[in-house]
């Protein structure tokens, strides 16, 4: 005979905050041997606080069980058990929450690599349950100016006449960030000694908060004339709270004309929804509704593409990987607006015609 089932349950809680605890003080890695970002151990403590939201709000039990004695119908129920979490949360995030896609596949893979590391790093052998927990995920459009555009927010006297002392600091700072292609915590993190001058050139130096990742890029002479414009103490720009931001951007944007309706557009279990605005009617998205502080990021990556700054480059200030996903769909906006410049000069050559030599 075989041994004996036992079953052995372990408190899900007690679990997560250690799986939290060793990515806190190192003990838990990334296969690379960094340590991991802050901002991911924060995203791991809301997923623990969701899970247990769900779990009072559906009176669903939160356990964890160690498969290793266990017969082949206890197998069956606990893979049950684990099927009816997964199609409970997930309901209860989109429906009684209100979250979109990507947002519960976020929770759903840290759940994912949490049952990961009961597995790999704890040895307690709780099966492979988890693998079937499906991660959901939105193709979200990239919000971004074009060059024309960003040209139009930088030199446009007209726009700077409208702007109040407040506004015109936040046309600043976004056109600096719409420069530098820095993650909006890195941009307002900015002092005196990320500023390196060889020669006559001004470069920004700068290591990321959320990757470790180096850069640098030499600074045009717009952005140094807007650094020049303020003697802080130590910071280089001025500072603003990202909610605060986020709405000033709104209405620079909103100020500078960009107010084409473009739409918006999330997902909920796979089905796509129109967002309406807040503003005074139910009314579909205009593109200054929708600019964000990661507006200028990806308004920096995309500028680049665009006029023709190589990829390998443009990936080496960005910090994107080589096989970035995300990366290659910024390269596919730069290609539409490249064939459109491609065309504009075939349709000058159609207009260009021999003239008779004469003899």
């Known amino acids: 005979m075989g041994p004996k089932s036992t079953n052995k349950d372990f408190n899900f809680n007690e679990l997560f905050l250690k799986f939290i605890a060793n ?23 809301n997923t623990l606080k969701l899970v247990n ?8 039990e939160l356990r964890i069980r160690c498969i290793r004695y266990l017969n082949k119908r206890e197998l069956v129920v606990e893979s049950n058990y684990w099927k009816k979490f997964y199609k409970k949360f997930t309901a209860y995030c989109n429906d009684t929450c209100g979250h979109y896609d990507n947002y519960v596949g976020l929770n759903v893979k840290n759940l994912r690599v949490f049952f990961n590391y009961l597995n790999r790093d704890m040895l307690l052998n709780v099966g492979e349950f988890h693998k079937k927990f499906y991660v959901r995920k939105e193709e979200i459009p990239i919000i971004a100016l074009l060059p024309e555009e960003l040209n139009h927010i930088i030199y446009d006297a007209t726009l700077v006449a409208k702007l109040t002392t407040a506004q015109k600091k936040v046309k600043d700072l976004f056109v600096f960030g719409c420069t530098v292609a820095l993650r909006v915590s890195d941009l307002l993190a900015l002092k005196k000694t990320n500023i390196r001058t060889i020669g006559n050139e001004k470069y920004l130096l700068v290591r990321s908060k959320k990757t470790n990742t180096p850069t640098q890029i030499r600074l045009p002479e717009h952005a140094i004339a807007i650094l020049q414009k303020y003697k802080y103490k130590d910071r280089l720009l001025p500072y603003f709270n990202v909610v605060i931001l986020n709405k000033h951007i709104k209405k620079l944007c909103e100020l500078a004309g960009f107010t084409s ?6 997902d909920k279990q796979g089905s796509s929804k129109e967002i309406k605005t807040v503003r005074e009617k139910n009314e579909s998205a205009r593109m200054c509704d929708l600019v964000t502080t990661h507006t200028m990021r990806r308004t920096a990556i995309t500028t680049m593409l665009c006029l023709g700054m190589p990829e390998q480059v443009v990936r080496k200030i960005s910090g994107h990987s080589p096989m970035s996903k995300e990366f290659f ?12 410049e491609t065309e504009k000069v075939f349709d000058l050559l159609k207009e260009k015609k021999m003239g008779m030599l004469v003899s």
């Open 23 to 45: 990515t806190k003080n190192g003990k838990r890695l990334q296969p690379n041997g960094k340590k991991i970002s802050e901002g991911t151990i924060a995203n791991y403590v």
């Open 53 to 60: 939201d769900f779990s009072q709000y559906t009176k669903f």
């Open 261 to 266: 309706v473009v739409g918006k557009h999330r």
């Open 329 to 340: 769909r910024y390269v596919s906006i730069a290609q539409t607006y490249q064939d459109k």
